[in-house]
Every structure is written in C-alpha cells, then in structure tokens.
C-alpha cells in the first residue's frame, strides 16, 4: 500500500521476542478499508493466540477534520466478544507516524515490558521499574528515559496490573474510551505500555486535491452547529443536562482539542490551584484532563459535587480504571466520598452496562449532537450510532466528534478515500466493511 | 533588508548592475546540473571514455583531455562544522561516490597522497590548524604541489591565506590576503558572536550573512555562469595579488542579506572584494570559496565546484590501494546491522527535535552551536538510511558496522542525559562538546559505509 499508509503490518510476540512484519496489501485496503476494517481481519488470522491490535484508521494524521483515532482490538475481558476502543489526544496521530499501520500483539512476555515503536523501528523494553507505578508516573519515566516529552503512551496502571475487569488502558495521563477491559488484557500479557513517537511521512495520491478537500471540507465545518460550543460540558448541556456548564464552571481551566479535530472535547480543569490564573502552574498536578462525558454526567446525576466528581476521575486515570465502570458502581452503591471511591478500586467488581451494538465504546454518547442528522426520532438513535461509530473507526475519525458533523457523510468519506489511495472505494464495498465490523 | 541596486563607483561595469542571479527556489535547468554530472559519473563507472566539453561533458569547459573519476577526500576532522555534509549533499546529488572523510590524524599518517581532490568547508580555523599541526601542514602542502586540488570553503578558504597567527602561520600556502579583518572593532548590528571574532591584535569581522550576489570573471573553469547568488556564513573577503586568479567578485547584496555591520562597512569590505579565486602551487591548485558554493540550495554554485573537481583534479592517475579487509553484507545480516543503526539514529533524532523547543546554545572554540545543529548530523545519515535498508548488499570495512552502532549508542547516551540536564536546569556544556565530537565521528564512519556501498553497488549495476 502506497498511499495513506507506512505498508508495514507489525507482529511482535512477547513470549519469543521475536519481531515482524508484513506488508499492507492493497487489496485488504480497497475490501477492509481501514482501523477496525483491518484489526478485526488481523484478529481473525491470530484468533488461536489472544491478541491485541492496534491501528489507524485510513484518515488518522492527515488533514481532514478530526483525523484523530487509533483503534485498540481484541476480545473484552468483559463481554467475551471482540470490541473496539478509540484512542485519541495526539496517540492516534503519533501511532500513524510510527511508521507501522497495524501491530499485532500476541504471546505473554516473561517478565513486565514496554514496547516502543518508533520511525519504523519496534523494541520490546524492559518494564520493571515501571511496573508497580501508576499511569502518571509510569509516562512521565518513559519520556524522561527516552528524553522526548512529546512520546505518547498506550499505559496501564496498577488495575491493568492486578487484572481487574475494569482495567483501562489510558492515553499518556488521561482516560481513553476503553471500556472492555482491554487494561488487563495488557496486564496479562505483562505489557505496561506501548510508546509511541514517530517523524515519518504519508504519501497521497493525489496530494492537491486531497489537501485542497480537507481545507474546503473544514471551512464549512467549522460553522455548523457546534460552532462556539466547546468542551465536556456543551456536550453535556446537548445530552439534555442543562445545568451543566454552571455545575463544573469554577473549575474551568482551558478547553483541549484532539489532533485536527476542530471541537475540542476535553475540559481541563484545576483543583488544586485557581482555574483563572494565566501564569504557568505552580503545583506539580494542578489539575486533571476531562476526556469522559459519560463518567462525568453519571457521577453528577449520582448527586457528587463537580470537585468530588473531577477527584473520582483523576483518581481513576492515575489507577488506569475505567471511570464510567466506577460511575455506575459507585451510583450504585450511592457513595459519594472521592476518597472511599478510590479506597474502593482495588476490590471493585460488578457487572457494568455495554453499549447497545456491543463492538463499539459507549465512551461516544450514543446520540447525536448539536446536529440532527435528519433522524425521525430517538427509536433510530441506535442504529445511527452504530452506523456512524463504523464509519469513524474506519476512517480514523474522533469518534465523538463525529457525532457532531453531518457534513462528515458517507460520500465524502468515500470521496477522500479515493483521493487519498488512488483505489476505488464504491458504495457497497463501504456498506459491506461496515456490516463486517458490526457483525 | 538591503538590496543593492546603486550605481558603485570604481568597479568593473559586471559589478555595477544586478545581473542574472541563481539560486532562490530550483529552476529545471538548475537540477539539469545534477543530472548532468550524474550522468558523467556513471558513464565513468561504466567504463566509457569522455572527453571534456564533449556528450555527456559538454557542461564542462572543452579540453583534450580524458575525464576520470575523481578521488575525492572530505575533511571532518577537529575544528570542522556542519558544513562539510553540504559538500556531502552535493557529492551525493551528481554520484562522485569515491569518496574518503578524513581526520587530521589521516592527513597527518598522509592518506592525502591517494587522493585527487582534497575539500576542507567551514569551521574554526584557528582549531583546524591546531589538528592538522605542522604534519599537516607539511602533507597539505605536498599533497598540492603533486598536483592535487584543494577546495576551501569558508574556513577552508581562510586557512591558507597569508597568516602570522599561531597554528595558521604553517598554512601560508598563497598570497591572497584577507579583507574582512580591522585594527579596531567594528560595531556589531547583531549576532555578535557571530559578527566579529579576535584575531591576534586585530579582529575579523563578518559583515553579512546569507545570500549575496556573484559576479563570476569569466576565466576558466567558470565559463558558463555570468552571476550567482551564494550564502556567505563568515567566510572570507579576499584581496588577490594577481588580477588573474579571480574567479569572482562580491557584486551586492539580496532581499535575503543579513547585516550584521553597518551597511556603508559591509559594502566597503565586500563589493569588489574577492569571493572565489584559483591559484597555482607547483603542480597542482587551489580554490578557495568565501561564500559557500557547496551549499544545497544553491545548484548554480554546486555545478562551479563540480566543474573546478574534474578541471584541476590530479592529472595523473593515483594507484589506489586495494580494498584489503571490505567485506560485504547482505541478507540478515545486513538488515540487522542497518537495523541496529537506524534504531539509535531514529532514538538520537527523536531527542534533538525536543532539544530545539528549548533555548539553549553552546559557546565550542569560537563557534556557537544551536540545537539546530544536532540534527543537521543526524538527518544527513536519517535521509540515506532508506537507500541502504533497500539495496541488495552494503560495502564496509571490517569492523566498521560495530563502530557505527557503538558511536550511534553513545550519540543518544548523550542526547538523553543533556535533556535530562536540562530539565533539571543543570549546565550541559561538557556534555556539547562531547556531543559534537561523538556525532562528527559517527557521520563520517557512517557516511564513509554509505558512499562504499554505494559505489559497490554503482559498479556491480554496470
């Protein structure tokens, strides 16, 4: 694969420590398409040997709007089946320049590793004084040993660690929309972390078209109905919480976009420190990234303070748990104490909700927002959302954003496929990748 | 920004008007240079016999002559820059693959005398007289007067010119002086450090930086080009004894200059002045560039330092030793030495590009190294990486893999230990130095397995 793709499919297998690699055929591309098209193909060929997959989808790290998903896939602790979460923040972007489209992880490695991918080049890294620490500082001693601040992290802490259900494999120190457990999948393969840097280069195919559409494509978008919204509590105030954006105000920081994605869905909020101040922070950890719309609007319907609730979340990324599973835990059990929530993480079990379609992360509220996509009524919120997820796992589309951009259609999806592979993608074959990955 | 278009007094009338420039952006014809000596260099390769300023030569001035390939020797010994790789870009883009990258120690043990060609560029050259010594010197001087050709650019070009300073005073090869040195400090507009430098009790000043605008004489070998724009990062302005040694002028500045003096100085010290000139020594040449010809933006100039390569290399062909103790790779062994290689450039690269976020420099000799500068190095091995992970087989002398590797690991000890310094803003100084010497060992050793491959390979193709 020429186009859009470094034609490099990587297989490491942590029991032998042997390393390979293939090539990205182009065939898979013009039937698969991409991101989950793929990894789910890549999963059924090493089925037999629990693995893991990463990848980007088609679009990831390119200029068109919200080109920021990387894909994890594999078989949820959870549900049993194979299921699909997003990464985002810069990883989905720095995954594709890795210089690896796709990495198959299978096998158990002896002792505690890390794997670093970086410009082509994968290393399978010993982990053990990393393993023990939580995701902060696990990140924060990958960079400084690799002395590059801007390496992104696939991570786990110490729930992935202790195999807990609910473990979450966090990007650098945030939450991620892992929500299957995928935390101890790494766990149990020994894996602490994926680190991941690359300064390598896409071809397109037809470079000026190409580049051209995603301008043209992001003036019209950038008027459209999210246009002066931003962050975790506009989205909140579009799911029907009105009081929202007044409850988690005083801690405000800064809102935070996701690589090319012109919403910025994350809030950064501070607790330890004043929201309004404009000069660098003088606390070590001032405050804390707000990436889960769903973890945050179950702690506050749970009646937590939004103080309380923004400590359960940092908690729960610094632990490497996923916090939408401590919110309905914790709702559940109607305790409200950030500090006895916390307390709680190292025992915590219980059967979660998995979101209707059961292969994509509910981590993407499950309607549409700001826009109406033209849909009759909430009764077909469901189908839509499986449909759409689809479209952005396979195409590398931020997968809440995509929730929020109609203009981002099927037909110009198709459109910037073929501009960007020189392949021909047609209507059918997307309706059949699509109906693939949500069998 | 200054752009001199005023009538200048005094001058020859080239001097006076703004002349046909090169040198912004690459014209077709401009990358017809590469090709064009491409094209004689694999002709040689192949065993065909051409004749200068005839077929695939007819970009070269014409002579009786039989053209050959020329040994090229390229200093990257103490004292030395960054821009010997720009030498090493040229030599790449239009395939002189026989190349050999030297230290003062080679030059001292007289691996000179194997060469046809001998480039020195920028630099200190105060330190690289240090390192050359009066051995050196000694081997230099023999190496020119047997007919070989030393190209000098920047601080090559200063280094022999007439000089009673201590190091350079071995080095009085020619009797050309500088012009861009004063008795009292000139003021610095800015860039200070870069501006003015002591030397002895009097000072050389650099009065502009960037491009400047050529006018080139006419004598050969420069018969094709009429004027050129050239960078100038601190080389010299000259004053020739001999009207007949000048190959070209100073004739103004562009859109581009920077001025680092007042401008009525600058103009004084350069326009009229000097840039480039030949000059005999017993049987062989020099040309000594003040700008920087072998710049990679700058093709037009490229093609003259090209053309000065196969004019005056050595007339008589040198026996070449034998290749005793290459050996060749390939398969997995290949792709795992190139792995190894390419893993701890790609871990060294990573560090730098975050090292240039912060501000920081480091004062070595008398030079000022940015961040900036690391990757300059490693790109030059980053962007050549490809090319051997895809040929077949690689050429390299024993041992040579494992030095590579060795040099490559203590390149990115480096790196990471001084961001870690500096993040614990602690100084970083001794590590600069170690840093800059470590790199410029490690580019050559692999520079020098990347040309022999590559004329392997050259070779074996035809």
């Known amino acids: 694969m020429d186009y859009l793709s470094s034609n490099k499919i990587l297989i490491v297998d942590l029991e032998t420590g042997q390393i390979s690699e293939d090539e990205l055929d182009d065939e898979l591309v013009s039937q698969k398409i991409g991101g989950v098209g793929i990894t789910t193909s890549l999963y059924e060929t090493y089925q037999d040997r629990d693995p893991i997959i990463l990848g980007a989808g088609l679009l990831t790290g390119t200029l068109f709007p919200g080109s920021a998903l990387g894909v994890i896939s594999a ?37 505690p590793v890390f794997l670093w991918l970086h410009d082509g080049v994968a290393d399978i890294q010993d982990a053990s004084e990393f393993w023990g620490t939580d995701v902060w500082n696990t990140t924060d001693s990958i960079r400084k040993s690799m002395g590059d601040d801007l390496i992104q992290t696939l991570v786990i802490g110490p729930a992935g660690e202790r195999g807990s259900d609910l473990a979450q494999i966090c990007v650098n120190y945030w939450a991620s929309g892992d929500c299957w457990g995928f935390g101890k999948v790494f766990g149990e393969k020994n894996l602490k972390a994926v680190a991941l840097r690359g300064m390598g280069l896409l071809e397109i195919s037809d470079p000026e078209d190409f580049v051209d559409q995603c301008f043209e494509v992001f003036e019209t978008i950038k008027g459209g109905a999210f246009a002066g919204k931003s962050g975790v509590e506009d989205i909140l105030t579009a799911m029907g919480e009105k009081d929202a954006k007044e409850w988690i105000a005083p801690f405000v920081h800064r809102h935070s976009a996701c690589y090319n994605t012109p919403y910025p869905t994350n809030t950064f909020i501070y607790l330890n420190e004043n929201p309004k101040t404009l000069t660098e922070p003088t606390e070590q950890e001032p405050g804390f990234l707000i990436n889960d719309v769903g973890a945050l609007l179950t702690l506050k319907r749970a009646g937590l303070s939004a103080e309380s609730a923004c400590r359960v979340l940092k908690a729960c990324a610094k632990y490497g748990i996923d916090p939408s599973a401590v919110a309905e835990l914790s709702a559940r059990s109607g305790q409200k104490d950030p500090d006895k929530i916390e307390q709680s993480f190292v025992d915590l079990k219980g059967t979660v909700s998995a ?20 849909l009759s009524d909430e009764s077909a919120y469901g189908d839509w959302w499986v449909r ?52 | ?57 007819s970009i070269l001035p014409s002579d009786p002559r039989l053209l050959r390939i020329p040994r090229i020797g390229v200093y990257a010994g103490s004292g030395t820059s960054h821009s010997w790789l720009w030498f090493v870009e040229l030599f790449d883009r239009m395939l002189f693959h026989d190349l050999v990258f030297l230290t003062e120690d080679m030059v001292k043990e007289g691996v000179l005398q194997d060469l046809d060609v001998f480039v020195m560029s920028g630099g200190d050259t105060v330190r690289i007289a240090e390192g050359l010594g009066r051995q050196g010197a000694g081997e230099l001087e023999s190496f020119i007067r047997g007919g070989g050709l030393y190209l000098g650019s920047c601080a090559g070009a200063y280094l022999p010119l ?63 080009v009429e004027s050129l724009r050239a960078p100038l990062y601190g080389g ?26 007042d401008e009525s100085l600058a103009e004084k010290t350069l326009v009229g002045k000097v840039a480039a000139a030949r000059t005999a020594m017993g049987d062989g040449h020099l040309y000594l560039f003040g700008p920087h010809f072998e710049h990679p933006r700058f093709p037009t100039a490229n093609h003259l330092v090209a053309t000065a390569i196969f004019w005056d290399m050595k007339r008589e ?146």
Request: charged share 25%; net charge positive; with cysteine.
């Open chain 2, 236 to 261: 010299p302005s000259m004053v020739t004894v001999r009207d007949s040694d000048v190959l070209a002028y100073y004739q103004g500045f562009t859109e581009k200059t920077l001025f680092l003096v």
């Open chain 2, 1 to 57: 920004m200054f752009v001199s278009n005023a009538p200048l007094s005094g001058l020859p009338a080239q001097l006076r008007g703004t002349g046909q420039t090169a040198g912004v952006g690459f014209r077709n014809s401009e990358m017809n240079f590469y090709h064009s000596y491409a094209s004689i260099n694999q002709k040689l390769v192949s065993g065909v016999s051409l004749h200068y300023g005839e077929g695939e030569a």
């Open chain 2, 317 to 462: 062909t040198i026996n070449r030793k034998s290749s005793d103790g290459e050996i060749i790779l390939e398969g997995t062994a290949k792709k795992k030495l190139i792995l190894d290689i390419k893993r701890e450039i790609s871990n060294a690269r990573i560090v730098s590009v975050g090292l240039e976020a912060i501000p920081v420099k480091w004062i070595i000799g008398c030079k000022t190294y940015e961040p900036e500068k690391i990757r300059v190095f490693l790109e030059a091995m980053w962007k050549r990486i490809n090319r051997l992970e895809r040929s077949r087989r690689i050429c390299l002398q024993s041992g040579t893999g494992e030095q590579v590797v060795a040099h490559a690991c203590q390149v990115r000890q480096i790196l990471r230990e001084m961001k870690s310094r500096i993040d614990d803003h602690l100084d970083t100084q001794d590590l600069a130095v170690d840093l800059f010497n470590a790199l410029r060992r490690l580019t050559m050793l692999f520079l020098q397995f990347y040309f022999n491959s590559f004329a392997y390979n050259l070779e074996l193709d035809s």
């Open chain 2, 162 to 224: 007439k000089s009673s300073k201590q190091y350079l005073d071995r080095f009085n090869f020619v009797d050309i002086k500088i012009a861009n040195v004063s008795k009292t400090r000139p003021e610095a507009k800015r860039l200070e450090s870069k501006a003015i430098t002591t030397y002895g009790c009097n000072y050389v000043y650099h009065p502009v930086r960037e491009d400047v605008r050529l006018w080139i004489t006419g004598r050969e070998p420069f018969t094709s």
């Open chain 1, 355 to 374: 979101p209707e379609g059961g292969k994509f992360s509910s981590w993407a509220p499950m309607q549409p927002l700001f826009a109406d996509f033209d």
């Open chain 1, 388 to 439: 759409r997820q689809a479209l952005a796992y396979l195409f590398g589309i931020h997968p809440i954003f995509a929730n929020m951009a109609p203009e981002l259609s099927e037909e110009l999806m198709i459109e910037m496929f073929n501009k960007g592979t020189g392949l021909d993608l047609s209507q059918e074959t997307l309706d059949q990748a699509i109906a693939d990955v949500c069998l």
């Open chain 1, 75 to 111: 078989k949820s602790p959870r549900t049993g089946h194979v299921t699909h979460s997003p990464f985002t923040l810069k990883a989905g972007m720095e995954f594709k320049y890795t210089g690896f489209d796709y990495v198959v992880i299978v096998g158990k490695s002896k002792k």
